[in-house]
């Protein structure tokens, strides 16, 4: 372990803190707004910063760049294809979101269905958070910065121990920003971190082209395309991780899901200080994860033509980082791996913490307990959480490689089922609340028989996307024989500005094409 390594690392993930402490010491953090929603005074940037770092994790920076070294470029679907689910939730969800003036996403169904909907979608939520999400990240985390700084050689230790000590420094972290800092600590350490993750991020894989083309950007990019050029195809076939026909069923469900629906992404975006910013935020992010495959893909593709085909995909781009990059910077792009570690990690204990103290404690326990005090209890749920997740983490290493996979897998138990009833609540008016009870039912036990019983030879994508259009039938058939005894109307609640942003179409339209043509450029009537 470099010492120069290990003092750049604490400068930059020091200098993250006291910026993020000075900007946010005086906030109220007794009020549940200003605790859960940082107050609801959230701006442009800071919104798409804070939804980059969230959404990015050492999972996707190892496991999409060991995907584009062992397969093609096509798995920069779950990243591009955000986009167009990004321009929809601007355009069509967050006006909706911030009109009904919602803390959870699941407060929508309350208004829309009936208090228990709402409560099902909440412990779905948390089943998801708790068990499926903050493990897996501290767990991969730990890997990511045990791989840069060898510390079981450092520690003398061995590997679980190893990643025990890791594990428990980036909980500590990130439970420090979550519970004790509120919502705003975590997204102005967000957007502070995303900017040294734009510029770590897109280091990479410019050092490594320079360093594959000899000293030449351009003839390592030329060298990929000799040597490669089928890594470049965008366009998945039937074997690929992300076949493009995925990309028209359930991948844009997922997207929409997670940038539409899912609690610790969307609490960035509702915390917003006005439409506006809110629009202008998730738009910015809509163009920023454009560059996705830039840093998340084609290191992974640059490894390939580096180091030759037979190594551990999983060990690609921890290789490549460590070959290229001169030692003064392997600890400052440690510390932009660490921010984002810490940012998924704090961004889904808060969204945790937030689901169960207004949606669990307040109405069951102490439907009159004051904002501080419900703030007080979310804070020791937190701590729980926390401890239980740092517990268990270590622990995923001593299963199969299988079970992780079977992680990412359970996600489709909970997101697009969530989803469709949202979806079918907003566009209509009359779906009683027991449609959405039996669409959830129906929707989650038939894809447990299809990933757990009965291989159906279909990808998992397109099985959610099938079972999308079999539940939004079935609940708008139960709304026509059984209808709700009166219209539903979304009531006007919002606590902020609601004037959209005035280029909110023409940016939106830009990013759409924007899209569009980065497919076009990497298939094989285009830059191939």
Request: aromatic residues 12%.
């Given at each position: 372990m470099n010492l120069f390594t290990v003092i750049s690392f604490l400068f930059f993930t020091g200098l993250v803190a006291l910026i993020s402490y000075y900007i946010t010491r005086r906030e109220d953090l007794?009020?549940?707004?200003?605790?859960?929603?940082?107050?609801?005074?959230?701006?442009a940037w800071t919104i798409a910063g804070s939804l980059m770092l969230t959404n990015l994790s050492t999972e996707q920076l190892i496991g999409l760049n060991a995907q584009g070294y062992s397969d093609t470029i096509a798995v920069m679907g779950w990243e591009v294809g955000a986009a167009i689910a990004l321009v929809i939730v601007a355009f069509f969800l967050l006006p909706r979101y911030l009109k009904?003036?919602?803390?959870?996403?699941?407060?929508f169904l309350e208004d829309r269905y009936d208090f228990g909907t709402k409560q099902i979608v909440t412990i779905l939520f948390l089943f998801g958070y708790i068990l499926n999400?903050?493990?897996?990240?501290?767990?991969?985390?730990?890997?990511?910065?045990?791989?840069?700084?060898?510390?079981?050689?450092a520690l003398g230790i061995g590997r679980l121990p190893s990643l025990y000590v890791t594990v428990l420094?980036?909980?500590?972290?990130?439970?420090?920003?979550?519970?004790?800092?509120?919502?705003?600590?975590?997204?102005?350490?967000?957007?502070?971190n995303g900017i040294g993750l734009l510029f770590g991020g897109l280091m990479i894989p410019v050092i490594g082209l320079f360093v594959l083309g000899d000293g030449s950007i351009g003839a390592g990019f030329s060298t990929i395309l000799e040597n490669s050029p089928e890594k470049m195809n965008s366009i998945g076939d039937s074997d690929s991780p992300v076949p493009f026909s995925t990309m028209f069923t359930g991948m844009l469900l997922v997207n929409l899901f997670y940038w539409g629906t899912a609690q610790h992404i969307m609490q960035r975006a509702i915390s917003a200080k006005s439409l506006k910013e809110g629009q202008k935020g998730v738009l910015i992010a809509a163009f920023l994860k454009l560059l996705g495959p830039v840093f998340l893909i084609l290191p992974g593709i640059i490894a390939f033509n580096m180091f030759g085909p037979d190594m551990e995909p999983t060990n690609a781009y921890p290789r490549l980082v460590n070959e290229i990059l001169p030692t003064p910077l392997v600890g400052f792009f440690a510390a932009v791996l660490f921010g984002a570690i810490l940012s998924s990690f704090n961004s889904a204990l808060?969204?945790?913490?937030?689901?169960?103290?207004?949606?669990?404690?307040?109405?069951?326990?102490?439907?009159?307990?004051?904002?501080?005090?419900v703030v007080?209890?979310?804070?020791?749920?937190?701590?729980?959480?926390?401890?239980?997740?740092?517990?268990?983490?270590?622990?995923?290493?001593?299963?199969?490689?299988?079970?992780?996979?079977?992680?990412?897998?359970?996600?489709?138990?909970?997101n697009v089922p969530i989803f469709t009833i949202m979806i079918v609540g907003y566009l209509t008016k009359r779906v009683p609340a027991i449609a959405?009870?039996?669409?959830?039912?129906?929707?989650?036990?038939?894809?447990?028989?299809?990933?757990?019983?009965?291989d159906t030879g279909l990808h998992f994508?397109?099985?959610?996307?099938?079972?999308?259009?079999?539940?939004?039938?079935?609940?708008?058939?139960?709304?026509?024989?059984?209808?709700?005894?009166?219209?539903?109307?979304?009531?006007?609640?919002?606590?902020?500005?609601?004037?959209?942003?005035?280029?909110?179409?023409?940016?939106?339209?830009?990013?759409?094409?924007?899209m569009i043509i980065i497919y076009t450029l990497l298939s094989p009537v285009g830059i191939l």
């Open positions: 007794n009020s549940q707004d200003g605790y859960f929603l940082g107050g609801r005074s959230l701006g009904g003036g919602i803390t959870t996403i699941p407060d999400l903050l493990p897996p990240i501290l767990y991969s985390g730990a890997v990511a910065m045990n791989g840069l700084f060898n510390i079981p050689e420094a980036i909980g500590i972290v990130g439970s420090i920003y979550a519970i004790f800092g509120g919502l705003k600590a975590v997204a102005v350490s967000d957007s502070i808060n969204s945790s913490v937030t689901l169960i103290a207004l949606n669990i404690y307040k109405p069951y326990f102490k439907p009159q307990a004051s904002d501080k005090e007080r209890k979310g804070k020791y749920v937190g701590t729980v959480i926390a401890l239980f997740a740092i517990s268990i983490a270590p622990l995923i290493d001593l299963v199969p490689q299988g079970f992780f996979q079977y992680l990412q897998m359970v996600n489709g138990f909970y959405a009870k039996i669409a959830l039912f129906v929707f989650i036990s038939t894809y447990a028989t299809t990933q757990l019983v009965w994508l397109h099985i959610l996307g099938i079972l999308f259009v079999v539940c939004s039938t079935l609940m708008l058939i139960i709304g026509k024989l059984y209808p709700r005894n009166e219209d539903f109307y979304l009531e006007e609640k919002a606590k902020v500005d609601m004037k959209p942003w005035k280029l909110l179409y023409p940016v939106g339209i830009a990013a759409t094409i924007a």
